[in-house]
């Protein structure tokens, strides 16, 4: 009996620690260091760089909010015109990508692209998030990371290279239209500059190997010397290499598609600002409308508030004031044009996002597709 139980005894110990050590075990594993001083004070200094800029632009964006009820004076039809024109350049958006990844499947590129949109239009400077829940979204879909990253590289060049060169369209309406504000025409001719050289540093870093690597390599020599703590970088310049051969290789074998998409893309969004204008009753220059685009889509990609909230919205406006239209009719096509193009994409991150977790759950990324 006492040898009995003796295990017995024992056994009743190791049940009643086993759960308890099974459970601290990964509570353990799963604690994440604390964060480094240089992180927080980065993002503290986000914040408070979003939170300044905010507070600069809040008259404006109260004046903004306050118009909200004047949109049922909106003229119904071309306010269905200016949503349509969105869903329009969100579907060149969807096609462009889906060319990028070199993939034949649609669902996991739409709601990895409005989830991550989502993301980027909610953060302070949410365009590294935002790329990064799209980039894993797409692995856990099975699309080849490299791909990913390569399609993702080329989208965004695409994208910020059609965006530059829209004043260049506008450039013989400057010069041998009618009179243009000085402020325009200002705005425009800085653009056409911003396109050349980003054209041309483009051109360079395509074309040949010896530039990229010598900035990559500078590039990781600096984080070395910055963040001496870390383990050190090694092999930046040759995946430089790697990813800009893989965007090559997209934009050279289809490059009428892409240019054809990025074309659609812009100038459905332009035609839901114009639309939004004529839902209020204003019939401005287009070519103005055009340049007053473009400038305030530039200023937008300067992250200083969360998807250039109230900074689009006060530079949209006073740009299309400058193009000749109403303070009032500026104010409240440009809240449309937002209605359409921000917050309505931000309840669609949402439904994607959630129809991407019932589809593929918590799952970790599947193998990649060649």
């Not at 024992?10 to 050590?21: I, L, R």
């Not at 302070?124 to 692995?139: E, H, I, T, W």
């Not at 600096?222 to 965007?247: A, I, K």
Request: charged letters at 15%.
């Amino acid at each position: 009996m006492s040898d009995a139980a003796g295990p017995s005894s024992s056994d009743d110990d190791v049940a009643e620690q086993t759960p308890t050590e099974g459970v601290a075990a990964p509570i353990d594993a799963q604690q994440s260091p604390p964060l480094a001083w240089k992180t927080v004070v980065k993002r503290v200094v986000i914040v408070a760089i979003s939170g300044a800029a905010i507070y600069l632009v809040l008259p404006r964006i109260t004046e903004v909010l306050a118009s909200w009820p004047r949109l049922s004076t909106l003229n119904p039809e071309w306010l269905i015109a200016a949503v349509a024109a969105e869903i329009a350049h969100f579907g060149c958006d969807f096609s462009l990508q889906r060319l990028a990844l070199r993939t034949r499947g649609w669902f996991a590129v739409i709601t990895a692209q409005l989830a991550g949109n989502a993301i980027t239009n909610i953060l302070p400077a949410g365009a590294a998030a935002g790329a990064a829940v799209q980039f894993r979204m797409l692995a856990t879909s099975g699309i080849d990371p490299d791909t990913a990253v390569g399609g993702l590289t080329a989208f965004s060049l695409l994208g910020v290279g059609g965006l530059l060169s829209l004043p260049i369209f506008v450039l013989p309406a400057i010069l041998f239209g009618s009179p243009v504000r000085s402020g325009l025409a200002f705005a425009a001719f800085i653009g056409i500059g911003g396109f050349f050289l980003f054209a041309g540093f483009g051109a360079i870093l395509l074309a040949g190997d010896r530039p990229l690597a010598w900035f990559g390599g500078g590039v990781q020599r600096v984080c070395n010397r910055v963040m001496r703590r870390r383990t050190p970088m090694e092999g930046l310049d040759r995946r430089l290499l790697r990813q800009r051969n893989v965007v090559r290789s997209v934009l050279g074998k289809k490059w009428r598609d892409a240019v054809l998409l990025s074309t659609g893309r812009l100038a459905f969004d332009y035609f839901c600002l114009l639309a939004a204008l004529r839902a209020t009753g204003s019939h401005p220059r287009p070519s103005l409308v055009l340049l007053s685009y473009a400038v305030a889509g530039v200023i937008g990609l300067v992250p200083i508030t969360p998807g250039g909230l109230g900074i689009v919205e006060a530079s949209l406006t006073a740009l299309l004031v400058l193009a000749g239209v109403n303070g009032g009719d500026a104010l409240l096509a440009t809240l449309t044009y937002r209605l359409a193009s921000y917050w309505l994409p931000l309840l669609a991150g949402l439904v994607a996002y959630l129809l991407f977790r019932h589809r593929y759950g918590t799952s970790t990324p599947g193998p990649a597709i060649s």
